[in-house]
């Protein structure tokens, strides 16, 4: 794997897009989402997957394959195509198979691993993850549940948290699959700091918010109504804040779910903590479904994938929207894009001149090519 040289902040991003789960709808989704001209046009693109599959998808939707191939061994940032499947032909899932199993599994989490390895090794500026199946990767002797997991473990992230975005609402969970009845035996000042100080860093490093301010949802009807409907608003959620606060974050709560959604949706926040998983996906969802995106923050690399999963009942049936899958790519474009801007140190050249700004006009883009 050759390294990347990519100093220029003029330079086109290039990002990798894992294939997900061969068996879903992950095939369609990336290429009916790369197919988009306006797509190809803002950044070029790896695919990480298996060329028969994406062919076969491209088949079923009517379009051309616009994609170079290059064995996975061998891919670099530079390729004369807009976009290049890094083919895994080693792997084969027959394409009437519409269900989980063993080597969709083992194809998927290698397409994963490749990824972030290649994102360490400057070769794509950024990550976006076709839905894989936690029941294949299960088949596959995975020791991680999903993506989230693994990013964490193979980037050696000790804190991570998943934020969702839609339309005006950035959302991040202070738990995540549990439960309902578990997320009390579960709940600790911790996992509601942790969020709270993750987003804080997501939204200046990744939105160029300067000065995020952050509403934190409480857990019980009312924000527990002086402990009447529970007291984790005043044994867990309030000394989350309180700490957060010491540290300098601008967050205020624990303010009563059905109104922060509101207030944040209106502007009155940057972004909201909720503290399980419906809490905060059900307004994501009912917001903008078709165009949520789901982002891992608190890795030292962008990741990106759709708010949805691998749908077998259609995959194959040339049914699926591409809409979130583009969400996806362009949020994970724009971050990568923020995220050099404002890391980019300033030199300053022999003449006296600084060479590189932490803000300043977007990079130009190559005109889209013919692949």
């Known amino acids: 794997m050759k390294k990347g040289n990519h100093n220029s902040i003029s330079e086109q991003m290039v990002i990798g897009v894992t294939m997900g789960d061969a068996a879903g709808i992950g095939p369609e989704v990336v290429v009916k989402a790369l197919a988009d001209p306006e797509v190809r046009r803002a950044a070029k693109f790896i695919v990480f997957g298996m060329n028969e599959q994406l062919c076969y998808a491209a088949d079923r939707a009517e379009i051309e394959p616009f994609w170079g191939r290059h064995q996975h061994e061998k891919i670099g940032r530079e390729y004369p195509y807009k976009v290049v499947v890094a083919d895994y032909d080693e792997y084969s899932v027959p394409p009437w198979l519409k269900e989980p199993s063993r080597v969709a599994g083992e194809a998927s989490i290698k397409f994963c691993t490749d990824a972030i390895a290649a994102a360490k090794a400057g070769i794509i500026d950024g990550i976006v993850t076709a839905p894989i199946s936690k029941a294949s990767w299960k088949m596959a002797d995975a020791t991680w549940p999903g993506h989230t997991e693994l990013f964490a473990q193979k980037c050696r992230a000790p804190r991570k948290a998943m934020m969702f975005v839609a339309g005006p609402l950035k959302v991040a969970l202070a738990t995540i699959h549990l439960g309902l009845f578990d997320v009390r035996n579960k709940f600790t000042i911790g996992c509601v700091f942790e969020p709270i100080d993750l987003l804080n860093d997501a939204l200046k490093e990744y939105f160029g918010i300067e000065n995020p301010h952050i509403g934190v949802a409480a857990l019980n009807p009312h924000a527990g109504e002086l402990g009447q409907f529970g007291d984790e608003e005043e044994r867990i959620i309030g000394p989350a804040i309180l700490l957060a606060q010491e540290q300098g974050i601008d967050c205020v709560g624990p303010i009563p779910a059905d109104a922060l959604f509101v207030k944040a949706v209106h502007g009155e926040f940057d972004a909201v903590v909720a503290m399980y998983h419906d809490q905060g996906m059900i307004p994501v969802k009912l917001l903008d479904f078709e165009h949520a995106v789901n982002i891992t923050i608190g890795l030292p690399l962008v990741r990106t994938s759709p708010a949805h999963g691998t749908a ?32 980019r140190p300033t030199a300053v050249t022999p003449t006296g001149r600084p060479t590189g700004e932490a803000s300043g006009p977007a990079p130009r883009e190559e005109p889209n090519s013919a692949a």
């Open 312 to 343: 077998f009942d259609i995959a194959g049936r040339n049914l699926a929207n591409p809409s979130s899958m583009k969400s996806a790519i362009m949020m994970a474009i724009q971050m990568a894009k923020t995220k050099r801007a404002v890391i």
